[in-house]
């Protein structure tokens, strides 16, 4: 809205919106549940069915025909110096069916689990991360998705064949001034007769340049946010502008105006209010593309990684058989199993249907980003000038392109979209703390009744009474405990697991600790929350990563070489989970946040000065108030 009428929501009003829109009871069962509550559920991971083979045959002749177009067809440099896919490769993908990879096959698709998807977007992320960044954003949190999951059949019928076979969608939520605060969304849809008439500006939509359908998210007066699926030839939608970013130049993100268009009723999803919830289920599990696209990030700084260091001699001998550098190429190798089993894990999950993996596909997007990242940062390192030279650069000078830096750049905004980093520690942590709230939550609610509060009182003294004597000890105290994963003449993964154990009993009591001690202030200390949220994090990709491990072994693919990097990872795990637990208690928060205060209050700019600022002039927030366009449609068709 314009920033003479920007809409203004308390942060009781913006946590009452979110808390509407969870789910109101746990579907099924949740080992990141469990593991936040001290207990190690390895039965709900261990052992792992067999696949469907026919599934997996089907599957693997499309990977194949897959990583030949990938091969041949996408030139991820030509992507980055031109900033577009070419409409060659996008009529391609439709051709081969990449479109249509989670439908089902009722509706055109291919109807593959997400196993398989999330395999397919780690090959073609790997040729080009915006061909991946198009391809998740169509159908992990396009149209597809939610009318899967809460549209009619009528809406499936008229939407997925056309998806399915090309019709690229995009999801358009973001705003202007409206980023995960999602009860402050100024986009108004007005029910007139048998349709809707919307009013907004949407921001950063991912493919909404080049898309044909748009699944959007409106308030609708008096009743709340509420999802679409909008032809984007409509009249009255503009696309304004096409945003340029540090990374993932190719992919189609822009700002969309709505001016009056008009809706059928018919093209709802849902009832009317059930937008946030219906965005929130879409992106549990359409969340787990991202970790996919930096498992195949991973897999290819390992190959570059092993390359170069091999390649590259200084001093005497190749610079992997220096120590520092060799310490880069394990946490390379070792992270990339640790990841793609955790993506595998909780994509299995996902298929099977009978978990509740809010928690771990929010774990893997968050684990998965930051440790992508650091992955990509590692190989640039490892490269030194050359990975801050551009590939086109070091061709041009008769070297090996290798698009090092732009990885980097492309990998950045994992830790940002989809929930950023930090907003994920806060949700991961309220779903972590669930159970405590459902029997005490009476007590640290500043609106409770007496009545409730004794109540909350008398439940919470039977919970914890059976609770708490559970943390004192556990198999992780047993030498002998989670023998299955201790094999002759292989590294001794039980002992990770017996240290998983008594890690998780160790943070539920940090936890129960911290609720105690700060009470209805918990949700202030975001920083301790974040860390609790990491250590939990570290123990489910440690699990992750033995338990794919075992896997492997049994299946005879690789197995001691699995057992290697899954010891290597859990060592490496276990350094960081060791380092932030003391970080719960001894810590700079209260020092960084005066700090913080004071410089907000403007008692710190003189140590601004000395600098000039090359910021242009302008608003920090683009004026968004609804009305016709004034300016050029620039979106793009593809025919």
Known sequence: MGRGVMMTVSEREARRVLEAARPPDWSGPSFAKELYLGRLRIDLLHPRPEPDRAAERSAARFLERLRAFCATEIDGGLVEREARIPDEVINGLRRIGAFGMRIPEEYGGLGLGHVHYHRALALVGSASPAVGALLSAHQSIGVPRPLELFGTDEQRRAFLPRCAGGAISAFLL????????????????????????????????????????????????????????????????????????????????????????????????????????????????????????????GKWCLKIAREWSRARVQWGKPIAEHEAVGAKVSFIAATTFALEAVVDLTGELADEGRADIRIEAALAKLYGGEMACRMADELVQLRGGRGFETAASLAARGERGVPAEQLLRD???????????????????????????????????????????????????????????????????????????????????????????????????????????????MDAKQRFLGRVVDIGAELFAMTAACVHAERLRTRADHGREAYQLADAFCRQARVRVDDLFPLLWHNTDATDHAVAASVIAADHTWLEEGIVDPSTDGPWIADASPGPAVKADVRRTVP
């Open 411 to 521: 990998l950045r905004i994992n830790r940002i979209v989809e929930g950023g980093s930090e907003i994920l520690r806060l949700l991961i942590a309220r779903e972590a703390v669930d159970a405590h709230l459902r029997v005490a939550g009476g007590l640290v609610d500043p609106d409770a009744s007496l009545t409730r509060k004794r109540r909350a009182a008398t439940a919470a003294g039977s919970f914890y009474a059976r609770w708490l004597p559970s943390l004192t000890t556990g198999r992780g105290h047993l030498p002998l405990s989670y023998g299955d994963f201790h094999i002759s003449r292989h590294p001794n993964l039980a002992a990770h697991l017996r240290y998983v154990e008594r890690g998780a009993r160790k943070l539920a009591r940090a936890t129960f600790y911290g609720m105690s001690r700060w009470q209805g202030r």
């Open 174 to 297: 973001a705003e202007p001034d409206v980023g995960s605060d999602a009860a402050r969304l100024a986009t108004t849809a007005v029910r007139d007769g048998d349709d809707y008439v919307l009013d907004g500006v949407k921001l950063w939509t991912t493919n909404g340049v080049i898309a044909e359908l748009l699944l959007v998210m409106a308030s609708v007066p008096d009743h709340g946010i509420t999802a679409f699926v909008v032809e984007a030839a409509s009249p009255g939608i503009t696309v304004e502008h096409r945003s340029a970013f540090m990374g993932l130049r190719g992919i189609e993100n822009g700002v969309t105006r709505f001016h009056r268009v008009r809706v059928p009723a018919a093209h709802r999803i849902g009832a009317e209010g059930e937008g946030l919830r219906i965005a929130l289920a879409t992106l549990t599990t359409g969340r787990l593309a991202l970790p996919a696209l930096g498992v195949g990030a």
